[in-house]
C-alpha cells in the first residue's frame, strides 16, 4: 500500500474516502498510512475484502445502528479493520448479502476486536444465531490493565494510540442515505485506532500475565445466554418494593406481556405501555375497562381497543394464580448490626489492592459483594473464586478475622497490610 496518494488520484476518487491509518512502522511521513475507503454496497466488493481479511491475524469491528423506535437494534453500518485498510460496510444498499461478512466473524482463526462489545455482539448474535468468535473486548481488557472502570473508547485512543476522536457526529441518523464522507470517516475512526489500542493491550497482557484473567472475562461475552431476554425474567429489571405475593404476581404477568408484545412488535418497551403505568396496574389489579381507564399515562384508544382488553385478560389469569408461587425478588437482607465497620475496612482494602495491581475496582467486586463477604465466608460472590480471589478475598476473609490489619507506610501516605495474630474471642 503506497504511503502518499497524489493530488490528481484524490481529484478522481471523489467517491472514496481516505481515513489515516496507523502504520506499523515510522516512516516518512509520519508514520501514517493513507488508504483509499470506499463504503461498500455489493456482494462482490464484501466477499472481496472479507477474503483478505480473513488471512489477518485479528481484526477490529464496530457497528451503528439505530435503536430508539425498536425492540431490536436496526444494523445501520458495520466498520471493519484490518493490517492495512478499514471499510465501512452498508447493510442497508439494496440487494446486498451479508453472508461474507458473517463467514468472516464465525472464522476461528481469526480474532475479532472490539470496543464495549455487547451492544455490537447482540446484534450479530440476532443475524447469525452465533456469537463472533473468538472475540476480544478492548474495553475489559483495559479493566484488567488498570485504566479505570468501563473507560471509554474516547480515552482509551488518546492514551494508547496519542490520537483524538471528533465525537461530533455521535447522535447522526445512521439509517438515511446516502451518509456523507464526514459520517463514514467518523464511523471508520472507531476501528481504526481500535488496532493501535488492541496491539498494546495484547502487548500488557502478555508482560503482566492477565491474559487469563481477560480470558475468563470473556467467557460471559461469549455466552449466547448473556444476550437472551426471557419474557419470564423481564419483571425483575423494574426493582419492585413491594414484597406483596399478589402485586409480585400481577407485576410478572404483566412484565412478560408486554416483553413479548415488544418483542413481537418490534416496538421499544415504553412503546408498548411505560413502566410506572404497569406497575400501577400490578398495584391496583383492574377488572373493569373503567378501573383500567383511571390509570395515569394509558390513553382511552388503549384502554378501550384490544390492548386495553388483553391487559384485563393479563390481570384476571395472574389473581387466579396462588401467592405461593409468587416470584422472589432478589434478596439483600440488611447488614448483621455492628457489619457497617467492617463493609468499609474491606472497601478500603479493594481500593487499596486494586490500586496496587493496577485493576479496575468493578471488575474485582462491587459495594454489594463487599457486604456480602462481611456477612459470610461463603458468599457467592465472583470475589470469592479463582484470581479476584487471589487479588483480594484471601486476604479480605484475614482482614475480617483479625489474621491482617492495615496500616500506614513510614511515609505516611500509603497504606499496608499488617499481619496479626488472631483476636482473642470474647
Not at 509520519?30 to 475484502?49: E, H, K, Q, W, Y
Not at 438515511?176 to 481500535?194: G, I, M, N
Not at 385478560?313 to 389473581?319: G, I, K, L, M, T
Request: proline share 7%.
Amino acid at each position: 500500500m503506497s504511503r502518499a496518494i497524489s493530488n490528481d488520484r484524490r481529484k478522481k476518487a471523489h467517491d472514496v474516502l481516505f481515513v489515516k491509518y496507523p502504520a506499523l512502522a515510522p516512516g516518512p511521513d509520519g508514520g501514517v498510512f493513507l488508504c483509499p475507503m470506499p463504503m461498500i454496497s455489493d456482494t462482490p466488493s464484501l466477499a472481496a475484502f472479507c477474503e483478505r481479511l480473513s488471512h489477518a491475524e485479528f481484526v477490529t469491528v464496530d457497528t451503528e445502528f439505530m435503536r430508539e423506535r425498536t425492540y431490536w437494534p436496526q444494523l445501520c453500518l458495520v466498520q471493519l479493520g484490518g493490517p492495512d485498510e478499514a471499510r465501512a460496510v452498508d447493510p442497508l444498499a439494496p440487494g446486498i448479502d451479508l453472508a461474507p461478512l458473517f463467514d468472516l466473524l464465525a472464522n476461528p482463526k481469526v480474532l475479532k476486536v472490539f470496543h464495549a462489545a455487547r451492544q455490537d455482539v447482540e446484534i450479530f448474535l440476532k443475524a447469525t444465531g452465533a456469537v463472533p468468535t473468538p472475540l476480544f473486548d478492548t474495553q475489559v481488557a483495559a479493566m484488567v490493565c488498570g485504566f479505570g472502570d468501563s473507560v471509554g473508547y474516547e480515552t482509551l485512543v488518546s492514551q494508547l494510540a496519542r490520537a483524538r476522536i471528533d465525537k461530533s457526529m455521535r447522535f447522526t441518523d445512521w439509517s438515511l442515505r446516502p451518509l456523507s464522507e464526514r459520517q463514514v470517516q467518523y464511523a471508520l475512526a472507531d476501528v481504526t485506532h481500535l488496532r493501535v489500542a488492541y496491539e498494546k493491550l495484547a502487548s500488557m497482557l502478555s508482560t503482566n500475565g492477565r491474559a487469563e484473567w481477560l480470558a475468563q472475562e470473556t467467557l460471559e461475552l461469549a455466552d449466547p445466554a448473556t444476550y437472551r431476554t426471557d419474557p419470564e425474567d423481564a419483571w425483575r429489571r423494574l426493582k419492585p418494593r413491594s414484597t406483596s405475593p399478589k402485586f409480585l404476581i400481577l407485576l410478572k404477568e404483566l412484565a412478560a406481556w408486554r416483553e413479548r408484545e415488544a418483542q413481537d412488535r418490534d416496538l421499544p418497551r415504553q412503546r408498548v405501555i411505560r413502566d410506572e403505568s404497569l406497575t400501577e396496574i400490578a398495584a391496583h389489579a383492574p377488572v373493569s375497562i373503567e378501573e383500567l381507564g383511571r390509570t395515569r399515562g394509558l390513553g382511552k384508544g388503549l384502554v378501550e381497543g384490544k390492548m386495553g382488553q388483553a391487559i384485563l385478560e393479563v390481570v384476571a389469569r395472574a389473581r387466579a394464580i396462588p401467592d405461593g408461587d409468587a416470584p422472589v425478588p432478589p434478596d439483600r437482607p440488611d447488614l448483621p448490626r455492628g457489619l457497617g465497620p467492617v463493609v468499609d475496612l474491606l472497601k478500603v482494602l479493594l481500593k487499596m489492592k486494586c490500586d496496587e495491581h493496577g485493576v479496575a475496582q468493578k471488575l474485582v467486586a462491587n459495594s454489594a459483594d463487599v457486604e456480602a463477604i462481611a456477612a459470610d465466608d461463603d458468599a457467592q460472590v465472583p470475589a470469592l473464586v479463582g484470581w479476584r480471589r487471589e487479588l483480594f478475598g484471601e486476604d479480605a476473609l484475614k482482614l475480617k478475622h483479625g489474621r491482617l490489619g492495615l496500616g500506614f507506610c513510614t511515609d505516611g501516605r500509603r497504606l499496608r497490610l499488617v499481619p496479626l495474630e488472631p483476636a482473642e474471642e470474647g
